[in-house]
């Protein structure tokens, strides 16, 4: 009886693993919101780091995170260095490109796992709106396929997205 669980106990677990192996490679997540203000004012709320933390969802879940600014102030090479509890992690983002429809950002991450993602923020205007679209993506390694057979990782980050496109939203609708 022992023998005939373990054997069962085992089979599941390869299956799960195989299954999980079947995962995709790389991962791609976004979201959107339409604000009602002109591309050049949200622009810069994105494309200078300091800015970007006054509505960065990640940079709020960690009152005592610590930060450190390197590079320009905005636009390509400005970098943000920071570490922060576990929900937050260890690592860098980076400014690599910047143009008035897009910034692009790396965020590599050293802490809870090492990965490292790339961010895209799209502004197309609309009459007198812009929408604003955040995505990420990136490579899924074999630890993460695994967590994504029981994490919905699309509706967690993309809960954060949303909660930081939002408070976007409010910063720049101010007059």
Known sequence: MVKSILIIAVLALAGL?????????RFSLQRSIVIQAPPDKIHA?????????????????DPAMQGSY?????????????KGNKEVGEGSLEITASTP??????????????????ID?????????TEVTWAMQGACPFVAKLMGVFINMDAMIGRDFEAGLASLKTIAEKP
Do not use: C, H
Request: proline letters at 9%; aromatic letters at 10%.
């Open 17 to 25: 693993l195989l299954f999980a192996a079947t995962r995709p490679d």
């Open 121 to 129: 923020f799209t502004l197309v205007p609309r009459g007198d709106t």
């Open 45 to 61: 709320l994105i494309n200078e780091l300091r800015q970007f933390n006054t509505w960065n969802p990640y940079d709020k879940k």
């Open 101 to 118: 429809a897009q910034v692009t950002m790396r965020l590599d991450m050293r802490a809870p796992m090492q990965a490292s993602n790339t």
């Open 70 to 82: 390197r590079g320009p102030a905005a636009g390509p090479g400005a970098r943000y260095e920071f």
